[in-house]
């Protein structure tokens, strides 16, 4: 008696491999989607293409507050790294340039690399948070106990939603030692 394989069990093969290349596919693309719906929609904090800042009107009829937080990953312990913004709030005019530091100390015995990653609440405000310098752009390399300060420079757009009366900007500090 011969075990061909059937019609049946040969047509559930190939759905099987139709549907592990689309699930690869699939994910393969989730990436590049991901980040064009941020874009579009604002959300998780990808903020505004810094070309846009060259020339910003202040509007002077409103005052936003800004607050700025600082988050340690568990990859950096809070025994090993300090990490907080120098001034934690600002009240500012949408299309004023703010200049300010983070200062991060790396607080053990041997060198790392860290990475800031942003994120910018509430949601609808990321489109509108220019920044022309941020440590968050580049990995940020610290010697074994050294301590830095790292700029941020940012506006807020002048068409910032006027319901909008408060921004958050927070960073979580990643370790990315190679």
Not at 64 to 86: H, M, R, Y
Not at 98 to 123: D, E, F, M, R
Request: overall charge positive.
């Amino acid at each position: 008696m011969s075990r061909q394989p059937s019609k049946k069990m040969h047509k559930q093969l190939i759905l099987l491999v139709c549907v592990g290349l689309g699930m690869f596919g699939f994910c393969f693309a989730l990436v590049p989607l991901y980040s064009v719906f941020c874009k579009v929609t604002g959300l998780n904090g990808k903020t505004a293409d810094q070309a846009q800042s060259a020339s910003v009107e202040v509007d002077k009829s409103r005052i936003i507050t800004v607050e700025l937080q600082a988050t340690l990953n568990g990859s950096l312990p809070d025994s090993a790294s300090e990490f907080f913004p120098k001034t934690k709030k600002f009240h500012i005019h949408p299309g004023e340039s703010i200049h300010t530091t983070y200062w991060v100390k790396n607080l053990k015995s041997s060198p790392v690399v860290v990475q800031a990653i942003p994120s910018v609440s509430p949601g609808l405000a990321a489109k509108h948070v220019m920044k022309m310098e941020c440590f968050c752009f580049q990995h940020q390399g610290l010697e074994a106990h050294e301590g830095k300060e790292m700029p941020l420079v940012f506006t807020l757009a002048p068409n910032l939603p006027k319901k909008i009366n408060t921004v958050t900007l927070a960073y979580t500090l990643f370790d990315v030692t190679p």
